[in-house]
C-alpha cells in the first residue's frame, strides 16, 4: 500500500491551562490555527493586544509562566493487518505532552525536530480526541539547569537549557514573548511493508551520491529506483533482512553546473527516489540538487591562515548579511515573505546569508528561494552566545535534531558551510565562562567532536567551522584577525566606525551599527507622545545594553547630536549608513587577504531600534542603500592605508574593469575646482587596486571635498568630521513630476550637498525610493524615483528631503 498522508490542521480549540493568565482568557476556549501560536490565536480573537505596539510585549509577560491544551477531534480507522498508523508532528514548541482519548503517546522538549507516535491499535473509526499540553518552557528550563548546573549565558532566562529558539526568550534586538503552539504541520501517515525514513542526495559538480535509510517492521523484499531529471535512472536492491539503507552512487558528468548569484546560472535538477515493493511504489520522496563543489581553504601563509570559500574553483568574496527570523511569530512568516526578504538582500548585491545559531533551522522554503536565487547560505547550529550542557536531557536533542535537519537541508546547493554556533567558543576564552564553569562542561564536545562526526557521517561534501568567530584547531584566539573568522564589536560597543581600521581580518562574519525604524515603523508602532528617544515605549523597543548612549557617542565623533527627536532620527540612521559603509569598503579593499564581509543584520523580527538595513516592516533603512552601493560588483571609495589616503577601484566581476579613468577632484563647496587630475583604472578580475592620492593642498578643510568619478560611480572624502564642516544648510531646489507609478522628484543643488536622501516613507507609509545618500556638486541634478499609490503635494517631498546639510547649523 503506498504512503497515505492527512493533514491534521483543522477543527482545534486552545485554551489557558494555568499559569498568571489574566481573567478574561483563563476560561475562553479559542478556535486555533494550526500551524500556529497561543499569541496569535489570542490576537487573532481579539483577547490580546498585538505585543509588537507600544508597552504591549512587558504587558503580556504573564505569558512565559502559562499552561495550554490544543485540542481538536480525530475520527480515523485503525490499523488494518500489517498497517502502520503515525501520528506526526514536524514541530511543537516547546515543552508539550501528546494525548490520544486521555492516552499519553509520549512527551517533548525540543521545537527544532520532529516527533512521530505509533497510534494504529489506538485509532477507533469513531470520533477521538488528539490533545496537545504545552508547559512553560521557562518552568522545564530551570527545572534543568537545577539538576545539571548552571552554564554562562548573557540573559536572564536559561534559554540554554531548553532547545526552543534562544531568541524567543528575549534577546538585544528581539522581544520576550516565548510562544508555545504546534508551531509546523501535522498529520497522519499510514503505510505498510516500508517506508522512507530519511533521504540525502549530495551532489557535487558531476556526481550525485543518494543515501536512503528504510523504516521496516520486517523482512520484505524492497529496491530503490532514483530518477535523475528525465534522463537517468537508476534501481537497487536492498537486502531483504538486517538494515536496510544503502548509497546509490551515480555519475553525472555532463551535469549543468549551479552558481551563486554574479557567476553563472542557478540550474537545479529534480531528483525522485521511490521505495518499491513487488513492483509497487510504497513511497517516494522528491527534492532538487544543484551540481557544484564547494571547499573552503584554510592553507597558511604570511599573514596567518586564509579563509576563503571556493565554489567549482572559484575563490568567492562573501558579499553577506546576517540572517535572523522574519518575524518572532514564526508561523506568520510565509514563502512570500521569505521571497521579499531574500530578494532584498540579493538587490543589496548580497551572495550569502548567515542563518545565525540564535534562531531556527530554517524554513525548506528559505533554502528553495536561494536555491533559486544563487544565494550562498551559511548554516549555524543553533546554539548561540551561551554555554550548553554536554549531558542528558540536553545532548540527546542536540544531536537528534542536528541528524535530522542535516538530512533535510542536504540537498540544498545554496548551502555551502556549516559553523558549530554563534560566539560560544569566544565567550568561553573571553568572557569569564571558566571560572564560571568550574569545570562543568560547555559545548567544545559538540564543535570538535559531534557535528564533525555527525557531518562527515551525513554531509561530506561541505566544509565545517567550529564557530564564528574560531580559528583553525584550537591554540590561536577565536578572534584572531590572522586566522578564521572574526566578529568586530569593539567599534559599535566602545569605540567608533573608523575602529575597523586597525584589523585586517581574513572573514568578518559579523559588524555592524545600529539605528531606529523607518519613521513610518515607528509611528506605526509608538503613540505620537512617546516619539521621543527616551519615553518608555521606545526604549522598549530599544533591547541593547546602552543602545541609545552608543547611539548618540557614535554621533559625537562625526556630527552634533540633535535635540529634536525628528532630527536625532535622522541623524543616526545616517550614522548607521556611514559606518555600514565605511566597514564594507574597508574589508572589501584588502581582498584577497580578506574573503569575506557578513553585516550584522539584513533583517529585524518586530519594529525596534536595531543594527537591521531593513526594518521590522520591511522598510529600507538608508544604511540598505549605503551597503548596495559598497557591495556593488564594482565599487569606489576612499580609505586610508598606512596612514595615506588612497582611492579604491573594488572589480568583483569576471571581466577586467580597463574601460574608464577615475577623475580625482578637490572641489570647494561652492563648486571650484581647486586640483584635479585622472588615474587610469586597470583592475584585473575579482581584484582590487589602490591608487595613492599623496599630499593635497587643503586651504580650508571645512569648505573643501574630494571626489572621485568613474564609470558612474561616485567616492568622496571630506577633510573634516560634519560638526566642523560649512555646509549650506538651505534645501536644495526641488521640481516634482507624477508619472505611472509614483513620482519623480528631481533635485538640484546650489552648493555641496552631502547624502541627499528623500525618505519616501515620510511622505506616505507605503511610498519607497528606488535611492538615496547621493552627493551633489552645485549645479548638479539627481532625479529620485518614488512609487506609491498616494496622492503627495510638493511641499511633502520637500519636508521628506534630508541631508548631511540639513542637520547643519
Given at each position: 500500500m503506498?504512503m497515505?498522508k492527512?493533514e491534521?490542521?483543522?477543527g482545534?480549540t486552545?485554551?489557558?491551562?494555568?499559569?498568571?493568565?489574566p481573567?478574561e482568557?483563563?476560561?475562553v476556549?479559542?478556535?486555533?490555527?494550526?500551524?500556529?501560536?497561543?499569541?496569535?490565536?489570542?490576537l487573532a480573537?481579539?483577547l490580546?493586544?498585538d505585543?509588537?505596539?507600544g508597552?504591549n510585549e512587558?504587558?503580556?509577560a504573564?505569558?512565559?509562566r502559562?499552561?495550554?491544551?490544543?485540542d481538536?477531534?480525530?475520527?480515523?480507522?485503525?490499523?488494518e493487518?500489517g498497517?502502520r498508523v503515525?501520528?506526526v508532528?514536524d514541530?511543537?514548541?516547546?515543552?508539550?505532552?501528546i494525548?490520544?482519548?486521555?492516552?499519553?503517546?509520549?512527551?517533548?522538549?525540543?521545537?527544532?525536530?520532529?516527533f512521530?507516535?505509533?497510534?494504529?491499535t489506538?485509532?477507533t473509526?469513531?470520533?477521538?480526541?488528539?490533545?496537545?499540553?504545552?508547559?512553560?518552557?521557562?518552568d522545564?528550563a530551570e527545572?534543568?539547569?537545577?539538576e545539571?548546573?548552571?552554564?554562562p549565558?548573557?540573559?536572564?532566562?536559561?534559554?540554554?537549557?531548553v532547545?526552543?529558539?534562544?531568541?524567543s526568550f528575549g534577546w538585544?534586538?528581539?522581544?520576550d514573548?516565548q510562544?508555545a503552539?504546534?508551531?509546523?504541520p501535522?498529520?497522519?501517515?499510514?503505510?505498510?511493508?516500508a517506508?522512507?525514513?530519511?533521504?540525502?542526495?549530495?551532489?557535487?559538480?558531476t556526481?550525485l551520491s543518494v543515501a536512503?535509510?528504510?523504516?521496516?517492521?520486517?523482512?520484505?523484499?524492497?529496491?530503490?529506483?532514483?530518477?535523475?531529471?528525465?534522463?537517468?535512472?537508476?534501481?537497487h536492491?536492498l537486502?531483504?533482512?538486517?538494515?536496510?539503507?544503502?548509497?546509490v552512487?551515480i555519475?553525472?558528468p555532463?551535469?549543468p553546473?549551479?552558481w551563486?548569484?554574479?557567476y553563472?546560472?542557478?540550474t537545479l535538477?529534480?531528483i525522485t527516489?521511490k521505495?518499491l515493493?513487488?513492483?509497487d511504489t510504497l513511497d517516494?520522496?522528491?527534492?532538487?540538487?544543484?551540481f557544484?563543489?564547494?571547499r573552503l581553504?584554510?592553507?597558511p601563509?604570511?599573514h596567518?591562515?586564509?579563509?576563503t570559500?571556493?565554489?567549482?574553483d572559484q575563490?568567492i568574496f562573501?558579499r553577506?548579511?546576517n540572517w535572523?527570523?522574519?518575524?518572532?511569530?514564526?508561523t506568520r512568516?510565509?514563502?512570500?515573505?521569505?521571497e521579499?526578504a531574500v530578494?532584498?538582500?540579493?538587490?543589496?548585491?548580497?551572495?550569502?546569508?548567515?542563518?545565525?545559531g540564535?534562531?531556527i533551522?530554517?524554513?525548506?522554503?528559505?533554502?528553495?528561494?536561494c536555491?533559486a536565487?544563487?544565494?550562498?547560505?551559511?548554516q549555524d547550529f543553533?546554539?548561540a552566545?551561551a554555554?550548553?550542557?554536554?549531558e542528558?536531557?540536553?545532548r540527546?536533542?542536540?544531536l537528534?535534531e542536528?541528524?535530522?535537519?542535516v538530512?533535510?537541508l542536504a540537498?540544498h546547493?545554496?548551502?555551502?558551510?556549516?559553523?558549530?554556533?554563534?560566539e560560544?567558543?569566544?565567550?568561553?576564552?573571553?568572557w569569564?565562562?571558566k571560572?564560571a564553569l568550574?569545570?562543568?562542561t560547555?559545548?567544545?564536545?559538540?564543535?570538535y567532536?559531534?557535528?564533525?562526526?555527525l557531518l562527515?557521517?551525513?554531509?561530506?561534501t561541505?566544509?565545517y567551522?567550529p564557530?564564528s568567530p574560531?580559528?583553525p584547531?584550537?591554540?590561536?584566539?577565536?578572534?584572531?584577525?590572522r586566522?578564521?573568522?572574526?566578529h568586530?564589536w569593539?567599534a559599535?560597543?566602545?569605540e567608533?566606525?573608523?575602529?575597523?581600521?586597525?584589523?585586517?581580518p581574513?572573514?568578518c562574519s559579523?559588524f555592524?551599527w545600529?539605528?531606529p525604524?523607518a519613521?513610518?515603523t515607528l509611528t506605526?508602532?509608538?503613540?505620537?507622545g512617546d516619539?521621543?528617544?527616551d519615553?518608555?515605549a521606545f526604549?522598549?523597543?530599544?533591547?541593547?545594553e546602552?543602545?541609545n548612549?552608543?547611539?548618540?557617542r557614535?554621533l559625537?565623533?562625526?556630527m552634533?547630536v540633535p535635540?529634536?527627536?525628528d532630527?536625532w532620527h535622522?541623524?543616526?540612521q545616517?550614522?548607521?549608513?556611514?559606518?555600514?559603509?565605511?566597514?564594507?569598503?574597508?574589508l572589501?579593499?584588502?581582498?584577497?587577504?580578506?574573503m569575506?564581509?557578513?553585516?550584522?543584520q539584513?533583517?529585524d523580527?518586530?519594529?525596534?531600534?536595531s543594527?537591521a538595513?531593513?526594518?521590522g516592516?520591511?522598510?529600507?533603512?538608508?544604511?540598505?542603500y549605503a551597503?548596495?552601493?559598497?557591495?556593488?560588483?564594482r565599487?569606489?571609495?576612499f580609505?586610508?592605508?598606512d596612514?595615506g589616503?588612497?582611492?579604491?577601484?573594488i572589480?568583483?566581476?569576471?571581466?577586467a574593469?580597463t574601460?574608464?579613468a577615475?577623475?580625482?577632484r578637490?572641489?570647494?563647496f561652492?563648486?571650484k575646482?581647486i586640483?584635479e587630475?585622472?588615474?587610469?583604472?586597470d583592475?584585473?578580475?575579482h581584484?582590487?587596486?589602490?591608487?595613492?592620492?599623496?599630499?593635497?593642498?587643503v586651504?580650508?578643510p571645512t569648505?573643501?571635498v574630494l571626489v572621485?568619478?568613474?564609470?558612474?560611480?561616485r567616492a568622496t572624502h571630506?577633510f573634516?568630521?560634519?560638526?566642523?564642516l560649512?555646509f549650506?544648510?538651505a534645501?536644495p531646489a526641488?521640481?516634482?513630476?507624477?508619472?505611472g507609478?509614483?513620482?519623480e522628484?528631481?533635485?538640484?543643488?546650489?552648493?555641496?550637498?552631502r547624502d541627499?536622501a528623500?525618505?519616501?516613507d515620510?511622505?506616505?507609509p507605503?511610498?519607497?525610493?528606488?535611492?538615496m545618500?547621493?552627493?551633489l556638486?552645485?549645479?548638479?541634478s539627481?532625479?529620485f524615483s518614488?512609487t506609491?499609490t498616494?496622492t503627495?503635494d510638493d511641499?511633502?517631498?520637500?519636508?521628506?528631503l534630508?541631508?548631511a546639510n540639513?542637520?547643519a547649523?
Amino acid at each position: 500500500m503506498v504512503m497515505r498522508k492527512t493533514e491534521l490542521h483543522n477543527g482545534w480549540t486552545v485554551r489557558a491551562t494555568g499559569g498568571p493568565v489574566p481573567p478574561e482568557i483563563a476560561d475562553v476556549t479559542v478556535p486555533a490555527t494550526v500551524p500556529g501560536t497561543v499569541h496569535t490565536d489570542l490576537l487573532a480573537a481579539g483577547l490580546i493586544p498585538d505585543p509588537y505596539l507600544g508597552e504591549n510585549e512587558a504587558a503580556l509577560a504573564w505569558f512565559h509562566r502559562s499552561s495550554w491544551r490544543y485540542d481538536t477531534v480525530l475520527r480515523a480507522a485503525p490499523a488494518e493487518p500489517g498497517e502502520r498508523v503515525e501520528l506526526v508532528f514536524d514541530g511543537l514548541d516547546t515543552v508539550a505532552s501528546i494525548e490520544l482519548d486521555g492516552v499519553e503517546l509520549g512527551r517533548t522538549a525540543n521545537m527544532h525536530r520532529s516527533f512521530r507516535f505509533d497510534v494504529g491499535t489506538l485509532l477507533t473509526g469513531e470520533d477521538q480526541t488528539l490533545t496537545v499540553r504545552f508547559e512553560p518552557a521557562l518552568d522545564y528550563a530551570e527545572k534543568v539547569q537545577q539538576e545539571i548546573g548552571e552554564r554562562p549565558r548573557p540573559y536572564p532566562h536559561p534559554f540554554n537549557a531548553v532547545r526552543k529558539m534562544a531568541c524567543s526568550f528575549g534577546w538585544d534586538w528581539g522581544p520576550d514573548l516565548q510562544t508555545a503552539g504546534i508551531w509546523k504541520p501535522v498529520r497522519l501517515e499510514r503505510w505498510s511493508v516500508a517506508r522512507l525514513a530519511a533521504v540525502r542526495p549530495l551532489a557535487t559538480r558531476t556526481h550525485l551520491s543518494v543515501a536512503v535509510d528504510v523504516e521496516r517492521p520486517a523482512d520484505a523484499t524492497l529496491a530503490l529506483e532514483v530518477l535523475v531529471g528525465e534522463g537517468i535512472r537508476r534501481r537497487h536492491p536492498l537486502p531483504r533482512t538486517g538494515p536496510a539503507t544503502a548509497t546509490v552512487e551515480i555519475d553525472v558528468p555532463d551535469a549543468p553546473v549551479w552558481w551563486p548569484a554574479g557567476y553563472g546560472e542557478q540550474t537545479l535538477v529534480p531528483i525522485t527516489v521511490k521505495l518499491l515493493h513487488q513492483g509497487d511504489t510504497l513511497d517516494r520522496h522528491d527534492s532538487q540538487v544543484g551540481f557544484r563543489d564547494v571547499r573552503l581553504d584554510e592553507s597558511p601563509d604570511e599573514h596567518g591562515t586564509a579563509f576563503t570559500l571556493v565554489v567549482n574553483d572559484q575563490p568567492i568574496f562573501v558579499r553577506g548579511f546576517n540572517w535572523i527570523p522574519e518575524d518572532h511569530l514564526l508561523t506568520r512568516i510565509t514563502r512570500t515573505r521569505l521571497e521579499r526578504a531574500v530578494d532584498r538582500a540579493a538587490a543589496a548585491n548580497a551572495n550569502l546569508l548567515r542563518v545565525w545559531g540564535g534562531g531556527i533551522w530554517e524554513s525548506d522554503d528559505f533554502y528553495d528561494v536561494c536555491d533559486a536565487r544563487g544565494i550562498l547560505v551559511w548554516q549555524d547550529f543553533p546554539l548561540a552566545c551561551a554555554g550548553y550542557a554536554e549531558e542528558e536531557p540536553i545532548r540527546s536533542e542536540i544531536l537528534a535534531e542536528a541528524r535530522e535537519n542535516v538530512t533535510r537541508l542536504a540537498p540544498h546547493p545554496s548551502l555551502i558551510l556549516w559553523n558549530g554556533g554563534n560566539e560560544n567558543i569566544w565567550g568561553y576564552e573571553d568572557w569569564g565562562w571558566k571560572a564560571a564553569l568550574n569545570g562543568l562542561t560547555w559545548g567544545a564536545r559538540y564543535y570538535y567532536e559531534d557535528f564533525p562526526a555527525l557531518l562527515a557521517e551525513l554531509d561530506p561534501t561541505r566544509p565545517y567551522h567550529p564557530g564564528s568567530p574560531s580559528s583553525p584547531g584550537q591554540d590561536a584566539h577565536p578572534n584572531d584577525d590572522r586566522h578564521g573568522t572574526r566578529h568586530e564589536w569593539e567599534a559599535w560597543n566602545r569605540e567608533d566606525y573608523t575602529f575597523h581600521d586597525r584589523f585586517v581580518p581574513r572573514f568578518c562574519s559579523e559588524f555592524g551599527w545600529q539605528a531606529p525604524p523607518a519613521w513610518s515603523t515607528l509611528t506605526e508602532t509608538l503613540e505620537p507622545g512617546d516619539l521621543r528617544k527616551d519615553s518608555p515605549a521606545f526604549l522598549l523597543h530599544q533591547k541593547a545594553e546602552d543602545g541609545n548612549g552608543k547611539l548618540d557617542r557614535g554621533l559625537t565623533h562625526h556630527m552634533r547630536v540633535p535635540s529634536d527627536f525628528d532630527d536625532w532620527h535622522w541623524a543616526t540612521q545616517l550614522n548607521q549608513a556611514r559606518a555600514t559603509r565605511h566597514a564594507v569598503l574597508h574589508l572589501r579593499s584588502h581582498a584577497p587577504r580578506t574573503m569575506g564581509s557578513i553585516l550584522w543584520q539584513l533583517n529585524d523580527c518586530w519594529p525596534v531600534t536595531s543594527w537591521a538595513v531593513v526594518d521590522g516592516a520591511e522598510r529600507l533603512k538608508p544604511a540598505w542603500y549605503a551597503v548596495r552601493s559598497a557591495y556593488a560588483p564594482r565599487a569606489l571609495g576612499f580609505v586610508t592605508r598606512d596612514g595615506g589616503l588612497m582611492l579604491v577601484a573594488i572589480n568583483d566581476t569576471a571581466e577586467a574593469w580597463t574601460d574608464a579613468a577615475a577623475q580625482i577632484r578637490q572641489i570647494g563647496f561652492d563648486g571650484k575646482t581647486i586640483s584635479e587630475r585622472t588615474a587610469d583604472l586597470d583592475v584585473p578580475a575579482h581584484g582590487v587596486r589602490l591608487i595613492p592620492i599623496g599630499e593635497l593642498a587643503v586651504a580650508d578643510p571645512t569648505r573643501e571635498v574630494l571626489v572621485a568619478d568613474a564609470g558612474g560611480l561616485r567616492a568622496t572624502h571630506l577633510f573634516a568630521e560634519d560638526h566642523s564642516l560649512a555646509f549650506d544648510p538651505a534645501p536644495p531646489a526641488m521640481d516634482v513630476r507624477r508619472v505611472g507609478t509614483g513620482y519623480e522628484v528631481t533635485v538640484t543643488a546650489t552648493a555641496y550637498l552631502r547624502d541627499g536622501a528623500l525618505l519616501a516613507d515620510r511622505v506616505a507609509p507605503d511610498a519607497t525610493v528606488d535611492d538615496m545618500l547621493i552627493d551633489l556638486l552645485p549645479g548638479e541634478s539627481h532625479t529620485f524615483s518614488v512609487t506609491t499609490t498616494a496622492t503627495v503635494d510638493d511641499a511633502a517631498f520637500l519636508a521628506a528631503l534630508r541631508s548631511a546639510n540639513s542637520l547643519a547649523g
